[in-house]
């Protein structure tokens, strides 16, 4: 059966100074949770935010929290950012050599436990993972900064992704992130994507948040 499609803002695109109204507008518009990318500096070229900017969005937002590592060393990290606030916690299959680790980790702290995936990374690395995750993350752009344009050659990764996790752990949501906006999202949920993350579509200054969620919504019924 058809998992429902969810959609994750990122907040790497928000206006960080009215975060906070910027949450309350996500939730009356209709998102299913939040997207929270941490950035280092060395996994990726480019610093984003941390444990304080987490501990803050816990306390202006009941939805769920999903962060994203883009980190090295995950391993270090996983139960800090599962007591600032985070619901699951996605790490990179290529930051750790000690995977099943991390997600053991990261489920003993009682969050959803997510693995992500570069656009290069073939798919057989995260395969020994699936029977121990929640949800698998395909990158559709290389990892570090919101507004690229989705690599159109990850579609037929995310259906043989989605293959692989039907054979294996049926349950597992599938999520994407990058280069998703009305157009494109349609593309990825008919691939077979059902976890949806957006920035800087859902923050784009000439719409509302509502008017962008409303938009993606539209883009794959
Ligand atoms: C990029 C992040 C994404 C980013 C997506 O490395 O992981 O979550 O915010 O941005 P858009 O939706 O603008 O491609
Ligand atoms: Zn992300």
Not at 91 to 105: C, D, N
Not at 151 to 163: A, H
């Given at each position: 059966m058809a998992q429902p499609v969810?959609?994750?803002?990122?907040i790497l695109s928000a206006d960080f100074l009215r975060l906070g109204e910027q949450l309350t507008e996500l939730e009356a518009a209709g998102a299913d949770y939040i997207h929270f990318d941490v950035m280092d500096g060395a996994f990726v070229p480019n610093i984003s935010v941390g444990l304080p900017v987490l501990e803050a969005t816990r306390r202006g937002?009941?939805?769920?929290?999903?962060v994203h590592l883009m980190i090295v060393n995950p391993d270090a990290w996983v139960e800090a950012f599962a007591d600032a606030g985070?619901?699951?916690?996605?790490?990179?299959?290529?930051?750790?050599?000690?995977?099943?680790?991390?997600?053991?980790?990261?489920?003993?702290?009682?969050?959803?436990?997510?693995?992500?995936?570069?656009?290069?990374?073939?798919l057989a690395a995260v395969a020994e993972m699936l029977p121990f995750?929640?949800?698998?993350?395909?990158?559709?752009?290389?990892?570090?900064f919101g507004g690229q344009t989705l690599i159109n050659e990850?579609?037929?990764?995310?259906?043989?992704?989605?293959?692989?996790?039907?054979?294996?752990?049926?349950s597992c949501r599938l999520q994407v992130d990058g280069g998703v906006n009305d157009q494109t999202i349609g593309k990825v949920v008919a691939a077979g994507a059902c976890s949806i993350v957006a920035g800087s579509y859902t923050f784009n200054p000439s719409r509302t948040i509502a008017e962008s969620i409303a938009a993606l919504r539209a883009g794959y019924q």
């Amino acid at each position: 059966m058809a998992q429902p499609v969810i959609i994750g803002p990122s907040i790497l695109s928000a206006d960080f100074l009215r975060l906070g109204e910027q949450l309350t507008e996500l939730e009356a518009a209709g998102a299913d949770y939040i997207h929270f990318d941490v950035m280092d500096g060395a996994f990726v070229p480019n610093i984003s935010v941390g444990l304080p900017v987490l501990e803050a969005t816990r306390r202006g937002t009941s939805l769920p929290i999903d962060v994203h590592l883009m980190i090295v060393n995950p391993d270090a990290w996983v139960e800090a950012f599962a007591d600032a606030g985070a619901d699951s916690v996605t790490f990179h299959i290529e930051a750790t050599p000690h995977a099943h680790r991390v997600a053991q980790t990261i489920r003993a702290k009682g969050k959803g436990v997510g693995i992500a995936i570069n656009p290069s990374t073939p798919l057989a690395a995260v395969a020994e993972m699936l029977p121990f995750v929640d949800q698998v993350l395909v990158m559709t752009i290389n990892p570090g900064f919101g507004g690229q344009t989705l690599i159109n050659e990850m579609l037929g990764k995310i259906t043989r992704m989605r293959e692989m996790m039907d054979r294996i752990n049926p349950s597992c949501r599938l999520q994407v992130d990058g280069g998703v906006n009305d157009q494109t999202i349609g593309k990825v949920v008919a691939a077979g994507a059902c976890s949806i993350v957006a920035g800087s579509y859902t923050f784009n200054p000439s719409r509302t948040i509502a008017e962008s969620i409303a938009a993606l919504r539209a883009g794959y019924q």
